[in-house]
């Protein structure tokens, strides 16, 4: 690697640091290391046909090109997507902060309290805008929740309900069109129909367990639903509503009038539209659906010395860890994103809310006024932002054209009508421009407005009356100083990749290289509409053509799709593709899914949802898959069989030799090969799915290709396919996208969260083929090093026949509960003491840690983790033999905060230093966890998730 390319800069072990890490491997050159590990009969025979690689200036000057193809008009399209204005205090302290965007999900609370308290203020934000009691710490996009009230109605059905197989779901034919075609994808295989129509004339019947409305509806109508919502529960029905975030700041909230659940996008808060995404959704409900709720729910408890603390509540937290028994498989959210929405709600507080919302109205009601006054005719009775306008014997294309020349973009719904939806940008130049843009279509002189009509024209009965935001959190933070310093208070609570390695297994904290995070914040990708005409997007097509182009070949595939928003949404387009291609060969009864033992959550939960029956595979006592076991059921299922899904290496973190003999069994048998990719970064560049035998994979982009974990999200899935499953992939309804025989839709936006792609197409553009594939050699490197320097101290469970790893390896704590009483959550909390993230805990084998390097970490970065590691395992020997109190030592107490080493009483059986610096690099930069030990018991029996009426607590250090 020269010295100006950027894999040197990825890829930590610098020259000289790399033999010493060889022969502590015992090998002479990475090539043995990988012929070692990688089985030859999987092997690529060259280098990836991949573009020309960019050094870092280079990619600035290519990526800056491709975004002057895009062209940024003003846009009043609408339709869930909505111009806005981002605070620079939020930008710069949090967009572009990676204290904030490389933190990982928050599991280990102790060392994750301030984006835990950011997202318990998002839900706060949530219910009282709603007016519902809990919320959830957001989803991937407004169609996936509105789809995850349907699927959670639907398996909350009442008894009666249950036993009179009510399986009808109502859809108002004036919600947004990407929410009733992602419903359909997801109806249909949990056995529910789908019924479209207009709640205004429609006859419900106790054969409909549930509904979904829009408030306000697709074309702005602000519909009154009280006589709807009074036949839906007549009917024992349950109703969601999506709801427009800002527009309840003035309109009644949808829980005050009986609705069961409230779902929707926080774009309007501050994100930028982004060609779709990434932005936050949110699901708030009642308490009774509290272990039902998808996603993860951010609770107060209590640390271990009884102060207040934050933790992901319920121990039912995340649906997909029932497996096969799950309603859903959420696992990512959109967590740096609520984050962002939820200070924006801070920053601008109750009074700044409610005066965005007003402005946006009343420059809504000025323009009416004006068109009115031109002859044009607003065709929806009652609005809060948008416009229907009826043109009359003007052409809508008479309009486009002078709209266009003008750069303004509107929503032309037919050949005589036109949406305007007004959003936070639009200032009284921008109204008179509109309405000079109508005036020559009509060729009258224009009713300029002099200034904005302050009337709110929402009938009385829907105005808002209740308050909201009224807690301390929200009304403290107005000036940007303040703001910036709670922000950095939070920031401090955190420990991130900016502090020290993150070694979580199975989810690859890698480096996110600033040079690949820097065009996020440019307006010609961030201020892109999903649903712009092509001519103003030709940068962002020409990205997300290029980088379907290098995944194909990465994965050994045919075809892209780039649509799905996470891995588990992957996982659910993969299948559903596998069953369109089985239905179009008239086998659509194959429904059996096989899945090992070993699988993550995520797999039988996609599996259930996407209409399957599950049946696990057994795995040996080496970790891998039991090959006779696999040919019994797939022969014993061989007329149902639709698919294996696999993790290629295991998520025992061994390339398993009989990964050819597997995929050939299934196809023998009538199967599909699904593969997860969350193991994508031991293949790259040295084998791939594609040449392994799979037929479909998904790829974790915010795991292999770099987007950053954002603390829980954002997170892309993307599946790769072969040939012929191609003309399955997922279609949109209002963009050209997938296949010939498209599925509908996965995701809200055609592209998914197209912006952040632009992360993953600069990783590939400016590591090229040959520093993907080095990128994958020093993540086996690195992975066997720490094996190699922890062998003898602890046990790794599983490695393949020449005793290698893959990228990640299992280690078994198991032993030290018999010998000092230390269970693996001490080790994980004691971790946080030498200034570490505990590798991921009890996954896939109870009482074991699983440790992932990645090839971003440097050889000194290695070493001092594994000193940590080792520094424990000798406490745990003094526990063992006598030394130190088994009741009373550091691993029980850890962590160790501030507060408690400056106290002035010191109680404990040994020193302090032991306590907090037990080795000499900790004091160079020490990360303190801001709270003890916390008690997730107690918070799941005293059960808040908000942040009232704890006050006091939310600007508490």
Partial sequence: MTTDSFAYRHIGPREEDVKAMLTAVGVDSIEELINQTVPKDIRLKGELNLSDTFGESEYLSRIRDIARKNKVFKTYIGLGYHPTIMPGVIQRNILENPGWYTAYTPYQAEIAQGRLEALLNFQTMITDLTGLPIANASLLD????????????????????????????????????????????????????????????????????????????????????????????DHDMQVAVAADIMSLALLTPPGEWGADAVVGTTQRFGIPLGFGGPHAAYFATKEEYKRAIPGRIIGVTKDKDGNNALRMALQTREQHIKREKATSNICTAQVLLAVMAGMYAVYHGPKGLKNIAKRIHFSAVTLDEALRKMGYE???????????????????????????????????????????????NTNLEAINEIISIFAEAKEVEA????????????????????????QTIFNSFHSETDMMRYIKLLERKDLSLNHSMIPL??????????????????????????????????????????????????????????????????????????????????????????????????????????????????????????????????EQYKDDLSSLMITYPSTHGVFEESVKEITSIIHENGGQVYMDGANMNAQVGLTSPGNIGADVCHLNLHKTFAIPHGGGGPGMGPIGVAEHLASFLPGHPLVKTGGKNAISAISAAPYGSSLVLIISYGYIKMLGPIGLRKSTEFAILNANYIKSQLEGNFDVLYTNEKGRVAHEMIVDCRPFKKSAGIEVVDIAKRLMDYGYHAPTVSFPVAGTVMIEPTESESKLELDRFCSALLSIRKEIEEIANGEADKENNPLINAPHTMGMLTADEWNLPYSRQKAAFPLEYIALNKFWPDVRRVDDAYGDRNLVCTCEPMESYAINS
């Fill in 142 to 233: 407004e169609s996936t929740a509105a789809a995850e009230a349907m699927a959670m109605f639907f398996a909350g059905r009442s008894r009666a309900k249950q036993k009179a197989d009510a399986n009808k779901f109502f859809v108002s034919i004036h919600c947004l069109h990407q929410n009733i075609d992602l419903l359909k994808t997801r109806a249909e295989p949990i056995g529910v129909e789908l019924v479209i129509g207009d709640h205004r004339d429609f006859t419900l019947s106790d054969e409909y367990f549930g509904a979904l409305l829009q408030y306000p509806a697709s074309d702005g109508e602000v519909f009154d639903y009280t006589d709807f919502m009074k036949d839906a529960k």
């Fill in 378 to 424: 607003r065709t929806n009775e009652s609005f809060f932002d948008t416009l229907k306008i009826e043109t009359g014997d003007i052409s809508t294309e008479t309009i486009r054209e002078i709209a266009l020349e003008k750069e303004y973009n509107f929503r032309f719904i037919d050949s005589h009508t036109v949406g305007i939806s007004i959003n936070e």
């Fill in 447 to 470: 009713a300029e407005a002099g200034k904005l009509l302050e009337v709110n024209v929402i009938p009385e009965s829907l105005q808002r009356q209740s308050e909201y935001l009224e």
């Fill in 505 to 634: 297994g199975s989810c690859t904290m890698k480096l996110n290289a600033a040079t690949e995070m820097i065009p996020l914040s440019w307006p010609l990708f961030a201020n892109i509409h999903p649903f712009a005409p092509k001519e103003q997007t030709g940068g962002y097509l020409e990205m997300i053509s290029e980088l379907e182009r290098d995944l194909a070949e990465i994965t050994g595939f045919h075809s892209v799709s780039l649509q799905p928003n996470s891995g588990a949404q992957g996982e659910y387009a993969g299948l559903m593709v596998i069953q369109a291609y089985h239905t179009s060969r008239g086998e659509g009864h194959r429904n059996v899914t096989l899945i090992p033992s070993s699988a993550h959550g995520t797999n039988p939960a996609s599996a259930i949802m996407a209409g399957m029956k599950v049946v696990v595979v057994k795995c040996d006592e080496l970790g891998n898959i039991d090959v006779a076991d696999l040919i019994a059921k797939a």
